[in-house]
Structures are given as C-alpha cells and as structure tokens.
C-alpha cells in the first residue's frame, strides 16, 4: 500500500496508457473496411510507390496528411487496413497526452489531467474513430495541442511557442479544412492574457506579434498545397460540405434548426447525459478558473454553432474535435466531486456513476457495433449501409485463391470509393488479377466483361443501389452469374454479393 500510495500516478499513467491500447486495438480489425478508408489507404499506397502522386487526396479534394502519415506504415505493416486504421490510433494516443497536458496547464492539479486522460479512454466518440482510418481522430489531435499552445503562447508570450503552434496549426490545415478553427479561435485565448508586471500594452503588443507569427506559418505550410495542380479541388469539395457565405446569406436561418437537431442528437448519444451533467456542473463547482472554463467552452460551442448554421451535408464524426474540450470540462467536475468524500469506494463509485454508459457502449464498440448506443448515421455507415465493407475480407480470400489457377478477370459496382479500392489495397500485386470498376450499371452486362468471360474466369461484385435490380447489392436481372458469396448487412434487403459470370 505505502508502495502504491508513494507511486500511485505513475501507476495510474502506465494503467491508462495500457488501457488506452488496449482499447484501441483489441478487435481492431472485426469491422470491415469502410468506404472512406478504402479510399485513404489505396491513396497512401499510390503515394508511396510513386513521388509524382503524393498529393494524390488533393484529386478528391482532400487534403493529404493522413495519406502521408500513412505511406509510412503501409510499408511496414503486412495488412493495409491495420496500416491505415493504426495512424488513427497514434493520432488517439498523442490526444490522450495533450489531454493530459492542456488539463494540468488550465487547472494545475495533476489528478484533474489524469481524470480527463480517463475520460478520453473511456470516450466512445474517440474510440470509433481511433479505430478507423478516417481523418477525424488526427484533427482532434491537431486541435488539442493547437488550444495547449495557443494557451502557452498568451501566458509566455514566447517565440518558440510561436513556432510550434505554428506548425502544429499548419499540421491541422494539411489535414482537414475544419482546422482553420484553431486560427479563428486564436484571439479568444486572450482570456488568460498576463502582464506579468511590465506595460500590459507592451505585452498584447508581443502576444500580437508571436501570434501572427504562428499564423504565418500555418499558412505557409498550407500554402504547400498549392505546388498541386489540384489545389483548387479543395475549395470545391468543401462547399460539398458547407454553404459558401454568398449562398448562406440567401437563407442564413432556413437549415440551422434541423442542423442543430441533428447535431445535437448526436452529441448527446456519444457524449451520453452523465457525461453533458458534469460538463454544465463545471461552472457551478469550484470558485476559480472561471476564464479556463469559458475558453474551453468557447472552443466547442463557436465550431458547433458555425457548423449548424452553414453545414450542408454534415456526419457526426465532423463534431468529434469539437468535444474534446468538454472532456477537461468534465474532469474538473468530476475531480470537485470526488473530493468532497475521503473512502476511497466511494469515490470509485462516483466515477463509475458517471462513466458506466461510457463503459457499456465501449464494450459493443469493440464487440459489436450493431448493439452499441451511437448515432444511427454511423452504424448505417459503418456497418448496415452500403459504404460498409462486409464480404470484402472473404472476397479477398476467395480471389486469391482462385487466381493460383490462372487469370481471373473481376468486374466491380463503382469505379470510387470501396469498389474497386478494397480490393486494389489487397490484390494490386497480383498478376494474375485484373480488377476493373463500371459505373454506371445498366440492364445489360458492358461488352468488355462478355468478351473476357470468353477468356477466362469472370467476377461480378455488388453492392450499391442498382435501379434495375430489385435489392441493394443485386445484380440487375438481365446480368447472368452464379452467385458465389453473398452476405445480408444488418438492414434489411441490402448486400454484398459476389458472382461469379
């Protein structure tokens, strides 16, 4: 006990850092590849093998840092999925740590950082996504150390937290667009502006200078971008997304409600009400620190009401970043509440109290996502619609096999996205395996598929919807085939079908 009591923070650190592992890679692989990250992946093997294509996501509109990070581990690692979906772990683990630090620095007691290092464990938000190789767990990690710096910056006033937050906010930029929020947040941390004794006028004036620094160099980063041919791809894809301001102006009130709604909803069912109880709490528990709270405040509510009033097609997975504040939040809630009772059972049960919804919908995460309580957009996504990648794994497996007796000619629904790209990231080594997408689909099977059937075995896969088949993931009626592999999502009349012509 005097042991535990004399070591008890490391213990807990080396506990959570376990834990987080644990977490995030046990059944890392049991959800199949989702559309987006077939995508991702298949751009980072392309940029890997080929300098001329490393600003291959620009193409898309995308901006190329999770295709970087994850050039490096496709190399390395054997299976491409766990390649790409373990750069989103990283990204999580390098979170939990700026959790940590961002804490300790607003609050200044270690307990409250290790609790909020918890809270981000145990997050379900943060766990679905620190499990997929998707660009939102890394933006989340960008946009902390953004805040931990931003905060430096204004209490030091230094030039080298200059610098680093520069480049840490210039990593976000080459990630996603959504990371300009540290840029446009950046005045707000003059909450927390210090003197120090000398001319306060003086001062702002340094914290001016240091940060347009750090803004110069965000942008110079960026401005990497523009050695693409692509560039301008970016402005387009993210208008996909939201309203440009001169088409906002037209209707500035008419999406925001239902917007709001909707990401509201989902807030609350990853976040879950305990969760949100000790978030508001934080403002009604201790009698300091009231200027930390707003910031952090500030960091979640200006992203999400922007979102809510200029999101045309919106996810939830676009609010993750958003959150993280509310964890610390959380934490500091949590901490004032444990304190006021000395039995250690006690407080144990406080935390679980607070933290057994988390606990429980983690457990379907990492078991089955079908049970879990998250956001019916993303179990749609992930597992019952047709971006999820159910069949791919044993299609994988069946053309592999099949091809160790010649040529074999595979034909997929869709020429972007997780066809043909889930198979190119497993089979592009293949000689023996020519993969070629079709879209759009019509009544009658393409000349090119007829005239390879002649030649050798022919493979038909399905799994959008076809206007002329009468289920998702069918082939239309007129097409022949032998159905070799068929699997039925989680919603009903909706598959994955491979046939062989």
Partial sequence: MGFFKKHYQFIVIVGLISLYFFTRLFHILTLPIFTDEAIYIRWSQVASNDAAWRFIALTDGKQPMLVWIAMIFVKVIHDPLLAGRFVSVLAGFFSLIGIFFLTKELFQKKSIALLASLLYVLYPFSLVYDRLALYDSLVAMFMIWSLYF??????????????????????????????????????????????????????????????????????????????????????????????????????????????????????????????????????LVGRKYYKEKLLLLIWFVVPFISLAFFGRVIYPRFILFMTMPLLVLAAYSLYHMIIFTKKVWLRILIVLVFTSMFIVTDYYIITDLVKAAIPSTDKMQLISSWPAGQGVKETVAYLQEQSKKGKIYVATEGTFGLMPYALEIYLKDNPNIKIVGFWPIHPEPPKEILEAAKTMPTYLIFYQECFTCDHIGIKPISWPGKQIIQIEKPEKNTFYTLYQL
């Fill in 150 to 283: 931003e905060i430096l910056l204004v209490k030091y006033k230094r030039l080298d937290l200059a610098l680093i937050l520069g480049m840490i906010i210039g990593g976000g930029l080459l990630t996603k667009t959504s990371a300009n929020f540290a840029l446009i947040l950046l005045p707000f941390s003059l909450l927390l502006f210090v003197s120090n004794g000398k001319s306060r006028l003086m001062q702002l004036g340094k914290w001016v200078l240091f940060a347009g620094v750090a803004t110069v160099i965000a942008n110079a980063m960026y401005s990497i971008l523009r050695l693409s041919q692509f560039y301008y791809i970016i402005e387009e894809k993210n208008y996909v997304f939201i309203f440009p301001l001169k088409e906002w102006l037209m209707h500035p009130f008419e999406f925001f409600t239902s917007n709001f709604n909707g990401l509201s909803s989902w807030l609350v069912s990853y976040a879950t009400v305990p969760f949100l109880i000790l978030v508001a709490a934080a403002f």
